[in-house]
């Protein structure tokens, strides 16, 4: 089976629509990333996220527009008083974009890090992945402490009054053309939950058994022993991971019971509450920025909005993401297909379509980096006042007073600039939305779930007795593989005498290794275990992850 990505298939799009009064339009929002040059008041560039500009906006002081009860410390100014109220809910994630609304995370800035910047990006590809063959969900809790805003004394700095009547491009290149007008300070905690090397056949029961006990309520009694089912049966379909992410607080090193106890809803609802309840909003992070046109302060510059170029940005990143993720997964198999034993013809197939998958990273990122380059032009002209409306016009074209941008962005705006197939019309009172679909296709070979292999090259099956050997209670596994070559137990408040190295016993054309091991209060859980093939390549392994009550 072929599968075609496609990101548009438009060329550029400009419109340019009559403002009927002089207030600039709302610009757009952004949502929370972790290296973000975005705070209250800051001016940007929508086409450079990952890029702080100097100070241009000065304001007085900071308005919170709502207080919530018990929960205001830090804040300013006036506004209504509201009951805090956290939010949970739980849900199937079935896209990296419905993983990233859920953890309340940019896309467009990832992407204008991760493209066009040589620092760390925000990425989740290596711990999700979205095939089919695999099933997650979220657990998630939101408190909301208030929005704030800059007040109404805000205005151009003088030194940005001063730039602005010298030159329109100069003000651009340190001002940008947006501004933050308002912010959303709240906390987040969410567990993810992703099982992994799911049959069809499971994929199905799993899909019906979470839907039939999410309209059965998961909170409470009946829908927690609801839960506890679903989430048992998730466990034996495949390889089970746990993510906890955490925006706000003190991080994901204060929620340890959401990891010990993952399979109880109540537990995890209990242990998100008391996180959130303990925060006030100095601890809270900024999960929405409200941001607004610079033409406000400045009338006589165009309304440019590029609310297209950052939704574009983030979708190319969000299958960036995807296509990687896809591509690490058969990295791994193919350097670790003597564990495997995988065959000359799929080993040979995983590498084919590795090699097609860098391609098409290779051409999506070239997409994002002319994406970003087509908008600057038209930004560019458009803060020129520049009348070209296509290619077929006899008009002159512009010069760009290049020296006002940074030595890495001149040569590329000198370039793009004065070319003639794209340019606008802008007065006073006009809004121009401006953006490209940037087109991206590519195609490749579907690898079906069946021809892929576990994620480990190993079979663990583990079980407890708190029955027949009571009051004593014990837990037994059984890993087994033709390529063990150990095992060992990894985790701290194991007696040392279990530590040893259990024995490799032959099983017909596998060999087996059988682990015993006591419970007592001593032990912490989760119980792990590192297994080490004939390869010298070695594998984590979870062999119980709570007490058995």
Same mark, same amino acid.
Request: hydrophobic share 35%.
């Given at each position: 089976?072929?599968?075609?990505?496609?990101?548009?298939?438009?060329?550029?799009?400009?419109?340019?629509?009559?403002?009927?009064?002089?207030?600039?339009?709302?610009?757009?929002?952004?949502?929370?990333?972790?290296?973000?040059?975005?705070?209250?008041?800051?001016?940007?560039?929508?086409?450079?996220?990952?890029?702080?500009?100097?100070?241009?906006?000065?304001?007085?002081?900071?308005?919170?527009?709502?207080?919530?009860?018990?929960?205001?410390?830090?804040?300013?100014?006036?506004?209504?008083?509201?009951?805090?109220?956290?939010?949970?809910?739980?849900?199937?994630?079935?896209?990296?974009?419905?993983?990233?609304?859920?953890?309340?995370?940019?896309?467009? %800035?990832?992407?204008? #890090?991760?493209? @066009?910047?040589?620092? &760390?990006?925000? !990425?989740?590809?290596?711990? $999700?992945?979205?095939? +089919?063959?695999?099933?997650?969900? %979220?657990?998630?809790? #939101?408190?909301? @402490?208030?929005?704030? &805003?800059?007040? !109404?004394?805000?205005?151009? $700095?003088?030194?940005? +009054?001063?730039?602005?009547?010298?030159?329109?491009?100069?003000?651009?290149?340190?001002?940008?053309?947006?501004?933050?007008?308002?912010?959303?300070?709240?906390?987040?905690?969410?567990?993810?939950?992703?099982?992994?090397?799911?049959?069809?056949?499971?994929?199905?029961?799993?899909?019906?058994?979470?839907?039939?006990?999410?309209?059965?309520?998961?909170?409470?009694?009946?829908?927690?022993?609801?839960?506890?089912?679903?989430?048992?049966?998730?466990?034996?379909?495949?390889?089970?991971?746990?993510?906890?992410?955490?925006?706000?607080?003190?991080?994901?090193?204060?929620?340890?019971?959401?990891?010990?106890?993952?399979?109880?809803?109540?537990?995890?609802?209990?242990?998100?509450?008391?996180?959130?309840?303990?925060?006030?909003?100095?601890?809270?992070?900024?999960?929405?920025?409200?941001?607004?046109?610079?033409?406000?302060?400045?009338?006589?510059?165009?309304?440019?909005?590029?609310?297209?170029?950052?939704?574009?940005?983030?979708?190319?990143?969000?299958?960036?993401?995807?296509?990687?993720?896809?591509?690490?997964?058969?990295?791994?198999?193919?350097?670790?297909?003597?564990?495997?034993?995988?065959?000359?013809?799929?080993?040979?197939?995983?590498?084919?379509?590795?090699?097609?998958?860098?391609?098409?990273?290779?051409?999506?990122?070239?997409?994002?980096?002319?994406?970003?380059?087509?908008?600057?032009?038209?930004?560019?002209?458009?803060?020129?006042?520049?009348?070209?409306?296509?290619?077929?016009?006899?008009?002159?074209?512009?010069?760009?007073?290049?020296?006002?941008?940074?030595?890495?962005?001149?040569?590329?705006?000198?370039?793009?600039?004065?070319?003639?197939?794209?340019?606008?019309?802008?007065?006073?009172?006009?809004?121009?939305?401006?953006?490209?679909?940037?087109?991206?296709?590519?195609?490749?070979?579907?690898?079906?779930?069946?021809?892929?292999?576990?994620?480990?090259?190993?079979?663990?099956?583990?079980?407890?007795?708190?029955?027949?050997?009571?009051?004593?209670?014990?837990?037994?596994?059984?890993?087994?593989?033709?390529?063990?070559?150990?095992?060992?137990?990894?985790?701290?408040?194991?007696?040392?005498?279990?530590?040893?190295?259990?024995?490799?016993?032959?099983?017909?054309?596998?060999?087996?290794?059988?682990?015993?091991?006591?419970?007592?209060?001593?032990?912490?859980?989760?119980?792990?275990?590192?297994?080490?093939?004939?390869?010298?390549?070695?594998?984590?392994?979870?062999?119980?992850?709570?007490?058995?009550?």
């Amino acid at each position: 089976m072929t599968t075609i990505l496609s990101i548009a298939r438009n060329a550029l799009v400009v419109s340019v629509a009559s403002i009927v009064c002089n207030a600039a339009a709302l610009a757009g929002t952004y949502a929370y990333f972790p290296n973000s040059p975005l705070f209250l008041g800051a001016n940007f560039d929508p086409t450079a996220l990952n890029e702080a500009r100097l100070p241009c906006i000065q304001f007085t002081t900071e308005i919170q527009r709502e207080k919530y009860k018990g929960n205001d410390n830090g804040a300013r100014g006036g506004g209504t008083v509201s009951p805090r109220q956290t939010q949970f809910d739980l849900s199937q994630i079935k896209s990296r974009e419905s993983l990233y609304k859920h953890l309340n995370i940019s896309a467009s %800035i990832s992407g204008s #890090y991760g493209f @066009f910047s040589g620092s &760390g990006s925000f !990425e989740l590809e290596s711990e $999700n992945t979205f095939g +089919s063959d695999s099933f997650t969900w %979220i657990v998630r809790a #939101y408190t909301k @402490f208030g929005d704030f &805003g800059i007040d !109404e004394t805000a205005t151009l $700095n003088p030194t940005a +009054s001063q730039i602005l009547k010298r030159s329109r491009t100069a003000f651009e290149a340190r001002c940008g053309t947006e501004y933050v007008s308002q912010i959303t300070r709240a906390a987040l905690v969410a567990v993810v939950y992703t099982v992994k090397n799911v049959a069809q056949s499971e994929m199905q029961r799993l899909e019906a058994q979470f839907k039939a006990s999410y309209d059965t309520g998961f909170w409470g009694v009946e829908g927690g022993a609801s839960y506890k089912s679903f989430f048992e049966s998730a466990k034996q379909v495949g390889t089970m991971e746990v993510h906890v992410y955490a925006l706000g607080g003190d991080g994901v090193t204060s929620l340890s019971d959401l990891v010990t106890s993952t399979d109880d809803i109540n537990k995890v609802r209990q242990a998100m509450k008391k996180y959130l309840d303990n925060l006030t909003v100095d601890k809270s992070a900024v999960t929405e920025y409200l941001t607004g046109s610079l033409k406000q302060f400045a009338p006589n510059l165009p309304d440019v909005v590029l609310d297209t170029y950052n939704r574009r940005i983030g979708e190319l990143w969000l299958l960036r993401e995807d296509l990687l993720a896809e591509r690490q997964r058969l990295v791994s198999f193919v350097r670790a297909s003597a564990d495997y034993s995988i065959d000359a013809n799929t080993l040979k197939m995983y590498k084919d379509r590795i090699s097609e998958l860098s391609k098409s990273l290779v051409e999506l990122e070239d997409t994002a980096r002319q994406c970003r380059l087509i908008n600057q032009r038209v930004k560019i002209q458009a803060m020129l006042g520049a009348v070209r409306l296509d290619k077929e016009t006899s008009l002159p074209s512009t010069k760009v007073d290049a020296e006002n941008y940074p030595p890495q962005q001149q040569m590329n705006l000198l370039s793009v600039a004065n070319q003639s197939d794209v340019s606008i019309v802008s007065n006073d009172n006009t809004q121009i939305n401006i953006g490209t679909d940037c087109p991206f296709n590519a195609s490749y070979t579907d690898i079906s779930p069946e021809l892929l292999p576990p994620p480990y090259p190993f079979s663990i099956d583990s079980w407890t007795d708190t029955f027949g050997t009571a009051p004593k209670k014990y837990m037994f596994s059984v890993i087994r593989s033709p390529k063990i070559s150990s095992v060992r137990l990894i985790d701290s408040g194991v007696p040392p005498l279990t530590l040893a190295t259990p024995p490799v016993v032959p099983e017909g054309n596998d060999v087996r290794v059988a682990v015993k091991l006591e419970l007592d209060n001593s032990i912490t859980f989760p119980i792990r275990a590192i297994v080490t093939m004939r390869s010298g390549r070695m594998y984590p392994a979870l062999l119980l992850d709570s007490m058995p009550r």
